[in-house]
């Protein structure tokens, strides 16, 4: 049974970071909790996330238990597909056509609770309003930063969810003679 | 048990061309156990309602139109995103204002813009409820008052006598107002309102009036104050 958690290299280091043995794995679950909890509180207090992030994990149920990733991964798509354009809209300095870009990724960080990419957005966009292009430049090279900040950490809490998950659903030996 | 199947008729059709913003409302929707169904533009809407874009709003006449189909599914309340490219959320209000087979259904306005004259111009237009984006699970206990005010207004325009028509229709903007003060669904059948309740309805139509401009102004605030306002539909009242 050990054998299944040496091939988890990660979770052996979260675990091995705790000084904790191996075999107590419940214990590991709720750390993995505070772990997950300690990351979401941190980026609540740096204003990464916003309360629509709550909003959204509180969307997730047993009928949708997938929704979160679910809108996550479609947020990351097409976020990195406005970038991109972004950028090269910003080269033939197609302001309009930016503002409804910014218009877009503004409206689906709001949604999914980025704080500060959408505040960013914001601030580009008002530099798009005075075809600013220096500043331009300075807000998508911010919100490029923003953005990349904001999907780490959100990767870094999806992992420590799925290992949560996979904890907890473990059943050794000693534990099911004691049911 | 009984409830549950009731609530499950009614239907909303979400209109937003974010995709991401659909899958939420669809999810909100679904949660407050609602039928849905997402589309992603305004002519889309229209299409599912059984109007094609050309169409004038009288159904009696056939359209030539290969698309109009008469409205096959019930669909209790529209929900639409303000801006969209080509037919904006305000368009697809006015047309389904417009035409007398979808005029009585509810319009719900979303917007992640906090813009007074916007604001004003949806609601003047019909609009019964604005909702700031993005829009949360407390928003939706607006809509079924919208819902079931409909329903019951079909429901008593096909059985009933003129007289009590003209009665019912007297009684819809009372019924709005106590609807959209409270909040809360009260029971389901209109009764017949006594002078005084009627007074009080009116005092607080005018407390409502009040808040209403209050909420206007609080949204000239900077937009980072996310504590939002809401609108209702009140300003329709005579």
């Known amino acids: 049974m050990n054998k299944i958690w040496l091939s988890s290299g990660v979770l052996n280091s979260q675990l091995a970071k705790t000084g904790l043995p191996l075999w107590m794995l419940g214990l590991g679950a709720d750390l993995l909790w505070a772990d997950m909890n300690r990351l979401l509180a941190f980026l609540f207090h740096q204003g990464v996330l916003d309360e629509q992030f709550l909003q959204l994990q509180q969307l997730q149920d047993e009928a949708s238990p997938n929704f979160v990733s679910e809108v996550l991964n479609i947020y990351f798509h097409e976020s990195e597909k406005l970038l991109t354009n972004l950028r090269g809209l910003l080269m033939e300095r197609e302001y309009k056509k930016m ?50 900040y904001l999907k780490n950490k959100l990767h870094e809490l999806f992992q420590i969810e799925q290992q949560r998950a996979l904890v907890a659903g473990v059943r050794y030996p000693e534990q099911n003679q004691n049911q | 048990m009984g409830m549950a199947a009731a609530e499950s008729q009614f239907h909303v059709l979400a209109v937003d061309d974010s995709l991401i913003d659909r899958k939420l409302i669809e999810r909100l929707l679904k949660t407050s156990s609602y039928q849905v169904t997402t589309v992603d533009s305004g002519s889309k809407a229209l299409e599912f309602l059984g109007l094609s874009e050309t169409d004038e709003s009288n159904p009696s006449t056939p359209s030539v ?57 949806c609601l003047e237009e019909g609009a019964e409820e604005f909702f700031l984006k993005p829009v949360r699970l407390s ?12 329903k019951l207004k079909d429901q ?42 009627l007074e009080q309805q009116q005092q607080s ?27 209702s539909g009140i300003a329709t009242v005579v």
């Open chain 2, 65 to 121: 139109s290969p698309n109009n189909h008469h409205q096959e599914v019930e669909v209790n309340l529209v929900i639409t995103d303000y801006c969209m490219p080509g037919m904006t959320g305000y368009d697809l209000l006015k047309k389904i204002k417009e035409s007398s087979s979808l005029r009585n259904i509810p319009v719900v306005i979303m917007s992640s813009e906090n813009v007074p004259s916007r604001i004003n111009r």
């Open chain 2, 156 to 197: 008593k325009q096909g059985t009933s006598e003129k007289l009590e028509n003209s009665e019912v229709q007297q009684l819809q903007p009372q019924q709005q107002i106590q609807n959209d003060l409270q909040g809360v669904p009260k029971s389901q059948d209109p009764q017949p309102e006594s002078e005084s309740h």
């Open chain 2, 139 to 150: 928003d939706l206990n607006k809509l079924k008052p919208h819902m079931k005010k409909t």
């Open chain 2, 205 to 231: 139509l005018q407390q409502a009036n009040n808040n209403k401009r209050k909420t206007i102004e609080q949204g000239l605030s900077p937009e980072t104050d996310r504590t939002r306002p809401r609108y």
């Open chain 1, 99 to 148: 503002e409804i870009h910014l218009n877009q990724l503004m409206g689906s960080s709001s949604s999914i609770g980025a704080k500060r990419v959408t505040n960013v957005c914001v601030a580009f966009r008002a530099a798009t309003h005075h075809t600013n292009r220096a500043g331009c430049l300075h807000a998508l090279e911010m919100l490029e930063h923003e953005y990349c």
